[in-house]
C-alpha cells in the first residue's frame, strides 16, 4: 500500500511573520466595520421608533388629550413645536440624539437622559444578577446534558430548558413571589431593599446606585442582607430564561465538539469520559455562548421590563412601563431610543470579544 | 423504466415524514408536543361548547358571580379580582392565542420571505440596506419594538379584532427580519445552482425564477422557524397584555391581561388568578417548542450522528427507545 505523503512547505520566519501581519490587520478592520455599523443600527431604529410614535399624532395631546381645552392644546403643541412639519421635527429630533439629548419627560419635566443615569442601575444590578444565576444554572447543567445525553436525566434537563423558555417571565416571577414571599414567608414581596436601607444607603457618599456595591461599602450587614434577599427573586425569575438558552446552547455544542476526531482520539488512548467532557469537548464549545451572549442582551433588557414590572424594581423597565401608562411618549421615545444606543453598543463589544476568542468570525 | 420508488404523500408531510424518521426520545418529544398541541388547538375550535360561560360574563341567573372567590362548584378555578370566571377566561384565552399567532406568522412569512427572495436574488444596494435594517430590529429587544407598534396601532386598547391585529402587526414587525434571514441566505446559496443558471439560459425570467425555482428550494427551515416564532408570538401577546397594551377584557379573553390583574393577587395569597393562565401560557408555549425542538435536532446532522455511528438501525432503536419513552412519561 502506497500513500504520498504532502509535505507542507516549509514555512519561512518572514512567512509567519506576514501571516500573522494579515491576521491582525484583519482583526482592526473587522473591529473598524463593526464600529461603523453602530451608527446605522442607532439610525434606523431611532428614526423607526420615530415614524411609529409620530403616526399616532403628537404626544401632548396624547398625553393632555382629556385634560386640557383645545386652545391651550394647541397652544402647548405650538410652543413645544410640534404643529412644524414632521420632517423639520425629524431632522430635529436626530440632531439632538446624536448630541445625547433624548427630550424631556412630558408629564413630570425630566430630561431623559437623568432618567436613565437614575434608574438604569437598577437594570444593571438585576441583569448581572440574571447573568450570574444563568451562568451557574446553565453552563454545567449543559455539560451533564450532553454527557448523559439521550438518558433520562438528559430528557429531564432538556425539559427543564424548554420550561426556563416557555415560562413567561413574569409568570415565573408570581409563582415564585406567590411561593416564596407570601405563603413561606422567607424572603421580600417586592423592591429592590426596604424603606430604611434603601433611604440611607441613598444618602451615602458618592452612591453608585448598585444597592449591593454600596451596601458593602456602608460596612452594615444588616443593609448587605436586606438587599441581597431583595435581589434573590428577580435575580432568579431573569437568570432562569437566559439559563434555559445556555443550557441548550452547551448541550448542543459540546455534543458537537464530543463527536470530533481528536475526542475519539482521547477516548482511543484510555482518557476517561469524564475527563473528556470536562477538558476537551467543553472549552471549544463555550466559544459560541460569547456571540450568544449579544444577542441575550436584548432579551434581557426586554425580561427586565417585564422582571420590574412583576417585583415592582425601580429600573428603567418599571420607568418605562410607568411612563407608558401615563401615555407620555416623549419619555418612551426617549428610553427606548436610548437602549437602542445601549444594545448597540453592547453588540459591538461583545462581537470584539467574540473576534479576539474565534479567529474564524473576523471578516 | 420504473421511477425510483417515493414515499407515500402521506409520509412525505411535514410532521408526518419526521414523525417516522425520529426514534426514541426524540419521538417521545416530538409526540408530547404533537398531543399539547393538539390539545390546544382542539380547545381553542370549541371553545364555545366547553366553557361553562362566556368570557366577559360577570352574572348568571344566580347573580354576580363575586371577585376572587376561590375555585368551587360553581366556578371550578375561581373568580378574578374582575368578577370572570378563570376556566372560562382560560379556555376563551386558546381562541385569542391562536388567532394572533395565524395572523403573525402568516403576515411575517409573506413579508418576510417575500423581502428575503428580492433582497437574495436581486443583490446590490437593495441587499444591502435590506440587510442592515433587518439585522437592526433583529438585535433590539422584541417586546419593546412590540410596545411601540402596539402603541401605534391600537392606542393602547382595542376591540377583538383591533387588539389581535396590534399584537399580530407588533409581533410581525419584529419577525420578519427572521423570515427575511434565512430566506435571504438560502436564495443566496440556491441562486448559485446549476439549475438556476439553466432557467435563465431558457429564457425564463426573473420573476419566475424566484418563485418557481428558488423560492420552492429555500424553504426546508420554515417549519423550525414557525414553531419557534408560534411560541414566541403567544408569548409576547401574553406580555402586552401583561403590561396592559393588550386586548381589553370585554373584547377578548387574553392571559397576560388576566396575569397583570393577579399581580394585586399574589400578596394576598390567592393563587388561582395566576396560576391557571399562566400555565395555560406556559403548556401551549411547552407543546409548540418540544415539536420545534424535535424538528430542529432531526435536521441537525451534528444531533444525529451518533445514531447512524450505531452498527445497525435495530440496534440503535434497541439502545435508546424503551427507557427513554418510559422517562418521558414520567417527565410529561
Redo the contacts between chains.
Keep these: 500500500m502506497t500513500t504520498t505523503v504532502e509535505t507542507p512547505p516549509p514555512v519561512t520566519p518572514e512567512a509567519s511573520r506576514r501571516a500573522r501581519r494579515r491576521a491582525s490587520g484583519s482583526l482592526g478592520r473587522y473591529i473598524f466595520v463593526r464600529f461603523l455599523l453602530i451608527f446605522p443600527t442607532v439610525f434606523i431604529l431611532v428614526t423607526m421608533v420615530f415614524v411609529f410614535m409620530r403616526l399616532i399624532g403628537d404626544p401632548i395631546t396624547a398625553a393632555l388629550g382629556g385634560r386640557l381645552g383645545a386652545d391651550e392644546l394647541a397652544e402647548r403643541r405650538h410652543e413645544a413645536g410640534y404643529d412644524r412639519p414632521l420632517i423639520v421635527q425629524y431632522f430635529e429630533y436626530i440632531g439632538q440624539v446624536f448630541t445625547g439629548n433624548f427630550g424631556t419627560t412630558l408629564t413630570d419635566n425630566q430630561p431623559v437622559v437623568d432618567v436613565l443615569l437614575r434608574y438604569g442601575t437598577a437594570t444593571l444590578e438585576l441583569a448581572i444578577y440574571a447573568l450570574l444565576v444563568a451562568f451557574i444554572v446553565g453552563i454545567p447543567l449543559g455539560m451533564l446534558a450532553a454527557a448523559i445525553r439521550d438518558r433520562w436525566g438528559d430528557a429531564v434537563l432538556r425539559v427543564f430548558a424548554i420550561l426556563c423558555y416557555a415560562t413567561p417571565v413574569f409568570f415565573a416571577g408570581l409563582v415564585l413571589k406567590l411561593i416564596f414571599s407570601v405563603w413561606l414567608g422567607w424572603l421580600p414581596v417586592s423592591g429592590r431593599a426596604g424603606v430604611r436601607t434603601e433611604l440611607s444607603l441613598g444618602r451615602q457618599d458618592g452612591a453608585t446606585g448598585i444597592y449591593l456595591i454600596d451596601a458593602i461599602r456602608s460596612g452594615n450587614p444588616a443593609y448587605i442582607s436586606d438587599v441581597l434577599q431583595h435581589a434573590v427573586l428577580p435575580g432568579i425569575t431573569l437568570g432562569l430564561l437566559t439559563a434555559g438558552i445556555f443550557l441548550r446552547l452547551v448541550r448542543t455544542n459540546v455534543i458537537g465538539t464530543l463527536s470530533m476526531p481528536y475526542v475519539d482520539a482521547a477516548r482511543s488512548r484510555g482518557v476517561r469520559e469524564y475527563r473528556l467532557v470536562r477538558r476537551h469537548a467543553y472549552k471549544p464549545a463555550l466559544i459560541p455562548i460569547v456571540t450568544v451572549i449579544g444577542l441575550q442582551i436584548a432579551l434581557l433588557l426586554g425580561g427586565a421590563v417585564l422582571t420590574e414590572t412583576t417585583f415592582e424594581w425601580q429600573g428603567l423597565g418599571f420607568q418605562l412601563t410607568h411612563y407608558l401608562s401615563a401615555r407620555d411618549f416623549v419619555a418612551v421615545q426617549g428610553i427606548v431610543a436610548l437602549l437602542a444606543v445601549i444594545v448597540a453598543l453592547s453588540n459591538f463589544v461583545v462581537d470584539i470579544i467574540a473576534a479576539l476568542i474565534d479567529p474564524r468570525v473576523r471578516y | 423504466m420504473a421511477r425510483p420508488r417515493r414515499a407515500s404523500l402521506l409520509a412525505r408531510l411535514p410532521i408526518v415524514h419526521q414523525l417516522r424518521q425520529s426514534v426514541?426520545?426524540q419521538r417521545?418529544?416530538l409526540v408530547a408536543g404533537l398531543v399539547i398541541t393538539g390539545v390546544f388547538l382542539l380547545t381553542a375550535a370549541l371553545a364555545p361548547l366547553i366553557a361553562p360561560y362566556g368570557f366577559a360574563q360577570l352574572r348568571d341567573e344566580n347573580g354576580l358571580f363575586g371577585a376572587q372567590q376561590p375555585p368551587s362548584a360553581g366556578h371550578l378555578l375561581g373568580t378574578t379580582v374582575g368578577g370572570y370566571d378563570v376556566l372560562s377566561r382560560v379556555i376563551w384565552g386558546t381562541q385569542t392565542a391562536f388567532l394572533v399567532i395565524v395572523v403573525a406568522v402568516i403576515l411575517s412569512i409573506f413579508i418576510g420571505v417575500f423581502l428575503g427572495l428580492i433582497s437574495g436574488y436581486i443583490g446590490g444596494w437593495i441587499d444591502r440596506v435590506l440587510v442592515?435594517?433587518a439585522?437592526?430590529?433583529f438585535?433590539?429587544?422584541?417586546?419593546?419594538?412590540a410596545?411601540?407598534?402596539a402603541?401605534?396601532i391600537s392606542?393602547?386598547q382595542s376591540s377583538l379584532w383591533g387588539g389581535v391585529a396590534a399584537a399580530a402587526v407588533s409581533i410581525t414587525v419584529v419577525f420578519i427580519p427572521q423570515y427575511f434571514r434565512v430566506i435571504r441566505a438560502e436564495t443566496v446559496r440556491v441562486k448559485s445552482e446549476a439549475f438556476v443558471e439553466s432557467a435563465r439560459v431558457i429564457g425564463a425570467r426573473a420573476p419566475r425564477i424566484m418563485f418557481r425555482h428558488v423560492l420552492r428550494n429555500s424553504t426546508r427551515t420554515l417549519p423550525l422557524i414557525f414553531t419557534l416564532n408560534a411560541?414566541e408570538a403567544i408569548?409576547t401577546l401574553?406580555?402586552l397584555g401583561?403590561?396592559?397594551?393588550g386586548i381589553q377584557p370585554t373584547s377578548a379573553a387574553e392571559w397576560?391581561y388576566d396575569?397583570n390583574k393577579?399581580?394585586a393577587d399574589?400578596?394576598?395569597?390567592i393563587?388561582w388568578t395566576?396560576?391557571f393562565p399562566?400555565l395555560a401560557?406556559?403548556l401551549v408555549?411547552?407543546g409548540i417548542?418540544?415539536i420545534g425542538?424535535s424538528l430542529n435536532d432531526l435536521a441537525?446532522p451534528?444531533?444525529r450522528?451518533?445514531r447512524r455511528l450505531a452498527a445497525t438501525p435495530a440496534d440503535a432503536v434497541a439502545e435508546?427507545a424503551p427507557?427513554?419513552r418510559?422517562?418521558?412519561g414520567?417527565?410529561?
Excluded at chain 2, 438585535?139 to 419594538?145: G, H, M, Q, S, V
Excluded at chain 2, 399574589?266 to 395569597?269: D, M
Design positions: 426514541g426520545l417521545g418529544m442592515v435594517v439585522d437592526a430590529v438585535a433590539f429587544p422584541t417586546l419593546l419594538l410596545i411601540v407598534a402603541i401605534v392606542g393602547g411560541s408569548l401574553a406580555a401583561f403590561l396592559g397594551f397576560g396575569l393577579a399581580i399574589v400578596t394576598s395569597g393563587w395566576p396560576v399562566g401560557i406556559v408555549v411547552l417548542t418540544l425542538e441537525d451534528r444531533l450522528a451518533r435508546s427507557a427513554s418510559d422517562a418521558m414520567e417527565v410529561l
